[in-house]
């Protein structure tokens, strides 16, 4: 199966084509233009360099949130406008169960902690224990703090990684937890394709992955919406 994957959660832009597990190209990019300028020109790059087009894609993938909700956003758009029209899968899991994949790189039994930059003092957070490949999700995607994480780590007595943009925010908070590969940190968009074919196969109706259904994930309310109600609180 060949699945094009894209993450526009936070600052790394990323994409890849991948074929039954294996990524056929790739490429990730921190700081620079904006996603909405860099993502278009950069999948035509994975198109050109592996010889395929939107129509050989046997499933579209998106990194859907928690993020950036300008980032998510524009993600959403973009693999619907790719997806349109083609009738095949559209794909969209955690970016923080995207950040578990990351974790392949490592090896034994070990606890996954993915955090993302949420602004505000807060980190979006999931975490995940690994042993042996095999994964466990232990708490739903949430908004917390640093220091709430901290203390919410202290019961594990297996080593401990941070994945995701949030890696310095939580290493500070928890000076004890392993230092990560540096190039397994940030947003991968193999591991999004690998997350989604996960999600995919264990779904027995297939029918809900369309490019209509396709929606962003949000923890909390866009600023604008935090600001809208602030207001008509104070009326």
């Known amino acids: 199966m060949k699945i094009l994957a894209i993450d526009t959660t936070a600052k790394t832009a990323a994409g890849a084509i991948c074929k039954d597990g294996k990524t056929l190209s790739s490429f990730q990019i921190t700081g620079g233009f904006t996603h909405s300028e860099t993502m278009m020109p950069q999948i035509d790059i994975l198109f050109k360099k592996t010889g395929l087009t939107a129509d050989d894609i046997d499933m579209f993938a998106i990194s859907e949130g928690p993020g950036s909700f300008t980032g998510v ?3 959403a758009a973009l693999i ?3 997806a349109f029209g083609k009738n095949k ?3 969209g899991v955690s970016s923080l169960e995207a950040l578990c994949e990351n974790s392949t790189v490592l090896s034994g039994d070990f606890i996954v902690c993915a955090v993302m930059d949420a602004r505000r003092s807060q980190l979006y957070n999931a975490i995940f224990s690994v042993k042996n490949g095999k994964t466990e999700r232990l708490c739903d ?4 703090s640093a220091e709430a994480l901290a203390d919410a780590l202290k019961e594990f007595d297996k ?4 994945f995701g943009d949030g890696y310095s925010i939580a290493k500070a908070a928890f000076p004890s937890a392993v230092e990560t590969p540096a190039d397994a940190i940030l947003q991968n968009a193999s591991s999004v394709a ?4 996960k999600k995919y196969n264990h779904t027995q109706d297939k029918s809900i ?3 209509i259904t396709l929606s962003p994930a949000y923890l909390r309310a866009s600023q604008a919406e935090r600001e809208y109600n602030e207001k008509e609180k104070n009326k």
């Open 141 to 144: 995607d949430r908004l917390i």
């Open 73 to 75: 956003r524009i993600g």
């Open 80 to 82: 619907k406008g790719l």
């Open 89 to 91: 899968p559209c794909v």
């Open 159 to 162: 080593p401990i990684y941070f």
């Open 194 to 197: 690998a997350a989604a074919l």
């Open 209 to 211: 992955f369309t490019d």
